[in-house]
């Protein structure tokens, strides 16, 4: 000890600088990280139901994607199995999540991001499993090396899978012709009878390259998709489209909020479809126009929307919006934030969205949490919320008085 | 306790001389930071590598920090899943930004780290904050404009 009276002086006057050594990563971790590779770990994790009625998680945890599913509700569940088979550089961007569905056949599908390099690119890995015990070896979702982030898998109608994300290959292609290209493109690609997803097309260029993506079904094969796009002079404002198979239907503007940003909001939008047809989005905006979460209702398929209602308590960093048709109900949660704990506030309409109740708190938490996910089994809503200190919640939604 | 400090001993060692050292950016790390540069104009940048116009702009800050050495210039890297320090340094690194005061994201309540920050901000980088002598706030919302920091530089030379 006594050899090294300069040295620990040096520790001492040291606030705890972090170099790029390895061994110091520690040092950066707060008291709360959690190295385990298992659900109460996992900075996200993603529900589905199965026709079952089982519930099925596919979670990230340091670098590793796992699998697990509960017969009651939640409360308890099976060991996990691992879907990727070592751990790998996960997309750390705050909207992107692991997927996870399971097709007409009982085939499980599950696809996660890998970041590629330090660069913000990344690749959309897909694994199936027959039997959910065990996985095959993840396979890129597209032969295109550039980039694809944000992938939203979804179980059509018909029990085919639906892929949408966010894809770089005509950016990279107008930077070879030396062109301008403003932002990243929205990419699609359907799997049919549990094979492979087939080729993949762009549906519109030039949109935000950051955001998660907001997927509903019209009918089968009728995917509609919600987007942040890019408006002329990088305006990051939300469209939407609704395919009719392969084909991409036109670009329309959910609202005008004029968000005018070169920056990554890092926050996409959520859209739900109910039973009579009528298309429900809830989105973030800092525009000129309006700023805070918004809802607005469109009653002829998406060409024209509602004028844009604001939602939550805008002293309170109202983030992730998400929206759940259910039966004749409509569910919005949001989280909130107020300088000590995150909370996950509901509000539920009965009339396709003329009309909501008061927001409630459903939950809440004081560490980091995910974003929070509804989800509907039969006639029941639940809220889907992992948080640090409280792990896996599905919380039972109760209609509004 | 000997092994302890000499392998501490090498690992400060091994950081590079001249390259500054990225700080975990915690709860309360704000308030220190407010504090140490109290009545000093300063830049304080957020950029994040999820985060692609921020990667795109980092080369221009390091431009901007060359020709104004008065520039009080803080980056702090604000990834709402703390990023990889090998991997943010190495950023800086290629930006030629390693000489800048760096801080990271060190905690995944990033709704809570923000909020002392500002309120107001939503996780939208990046993000730049002229914080002037008087303590008054500039933010920059997006990419900046490197023309107004000038400006705004020369202003609180004066």
């Given at each position: 000890m006594r050899s090294y009276p300069l040295l620990m002086v040096a520790m001492l006057l040291s606030p705890g600088p972090i170099s790029a050594q390895e061994h110091q990563h520690?040092?950066?971790?707060?008291?709360?990280a959690c190295k385990d590779v298992k659900l109460s770990c996992a900075d996200k994790a993603t529900p589905f139901f199965a026709k079952d009625g089982s519930l099925w998680l596919a979670w990230s945890a340091n670098g590793r994607i796992g699998v697990e599913h509960s017969t009651d509700l939640g409360k308890t569940f099976t060991p996990a199995v691992m879907a990727n088979h070592h751990a790998e550089k996960l997309?750390?961007?705050?909207d992107s999540r692991p997927q996870i569905v399971i097709d007409s056949n009982g085939g499980m599908v599950v696809a996660y991001t890998i970041a590629k390099g330090t660069d913000f690119a990344g690749q959309v890995m897909v694994t199936r499993s027959a039997d959910a015990k065990t996985f095959a070896m993840p396979k890129p979702?597209?032969?295109?090396v550039i980039s694809q982030r944000f992938v939203s898998f979804s179980l059509d109608p018909s029990g085919d899978v639906f892929a949408a994300w966010i894809d770089k290959r005509n950016l990279a292609a107008a930077h070879r012709a030396a062109k301008p290209y403003d932002g990243a493109a929205l990419a699609f690609a359907w799997s049919t009878g549990g094979k492979d997803f087939a080729i993949t097309r762009i549906a519109k260029d030039n949109t935000c390259e950051c955001c998660r993506i907001g997927v509903a079904f019209a009918g089968p094969h009728k995917p509609a998709v919600m987007w942040r796009n890019m408006y002329?002079?990088?305006?990051?404002d939300h469209a939407i489209m609704t395919f009719d198979g392969d084909k991409p239907g036109p670009v329309n503007r959910v609202a005008v909020d004029d968000w005018k940003i070169e920056a990554c909001p890092h926050q996409g939008p959520s859209l739900a479809i109910d039973a009579k047809g009528g298309y429900h989005a809830t989105w973030f905006t800092d525009g000129a126009k309006r700023q805070g979460l918004f809802y607005a209702r469109s009653s002829d398929g998406g060409k024209t929307f509602s004028t844009p209602m604001q939602v939550g308590n805008n002293e309170r960093q109202p983030s992730r919006p998400f929206v759940l048709a259910a039966g004749n109900t409509l569910w919005l949660a949001w989280k909130e934030f107020d300088g000590d704990q995150s909370t996950v506030s509901i509000m539920q309409s009965r009339d396709a969205g003329v009309t909501w109740s008061k927001p409630r708190v459903a939950a809440a938490t004081k560490d980091a949490s995910d974003h929070p996910l509804l989800i509907a089994k039969g006639g029941d809503t639940y809220l889907s919320w992992l948080t640090r200190?409280?792990?896996y919640r599905l919380i039972p939604l109760e209609n509004a008085p | 306790m000997k092994h302890i400090l000499a392998a501490l001993a090498v690992l400060m060692l091994a950081a590079p001389a001249d390259a500054a050292e990225m700080r975990p950016f915690a709860r309360g790390s704000w308030q220190t930071l407010m504090q140490a540069n109290a009545g000093k104009p300063t830049v304080v940048h957020f950029w994040g590598l999820t985060c692609a116009p921020c990667l795109t702009e980092l080369p221009h800050w390091a431009r901007l920090a060359q020709e104004r050495a008065d520039m009080r210039l803080v980056m702090i890297a604000a990834d709402p899943t703390p990023g990889d320090i090998k991997d943010l340094s190495a950023t800086l690194d290629r930006a030629k930004l390693n000489k800048v005061e760096s801080w990271a994201f060190a905690d995944a309540f990033s709704e809570r780290l923000r909020f002392e920050v500002?309120?107001?901000?939503?996780?939208?980088?990046p993000r730049t904050m002229l914080i002037a002598r008087n303590g008054s706030v500039t933010v920059m919302t997006g990419v900046a404009d490197l023309k107004a920091v000038r400006a705004w530089l020369d202003r609180e030379a004066k």
């Open positions: 520690d040092a950066m971790e707060p008291a709360s997309d750390a961007g705050a979702l597209t032969d295109d002329p002079g990088s305006v990051r200190e409280e792990g | 500002d309120p107001k901000w939503r996780g939208e980088m």
